[in-house]
C-alpha cells in the first residue's frame, strides 16, 4: 500500500497526511480533502440542504 500524501498546511504551514479521500485534519483544525484542496469549516458543511454536523 503506498504512502499518504503529505502536504503543507495553508493556515499553520504544519505537514498533513491525506490518509483519507474524505477528509484530513492538521493540528490546528484546519481540513483538507484527498487532493489536499482546503475544505470550509465542519460549521458550514451542509448549510445547502439543512443538514448539521
Known amino acids: 500500500m503506498p504512502e499518504p500524501k503529505k502536504i503543507t498546511c ?3 504551514g504544519s505537514k498533513v497526511e491525506l490518509y483519507s479521500s474524505w477528509a484530513n485534519e492538521c493540528s490546528c483544525g484546519t481540513e483538507y480533502n484527498g487532493f489536499g484542496q ?4 465542519r460549521e458550514e458543511w451542509g448549510y445547502e440542504t439543512g443538514e448539521s454536523f
Open 38 to 41: 482546503r475544505l470550509a469549516p
Open 10 to 12: 495553508e493556515e499553520c
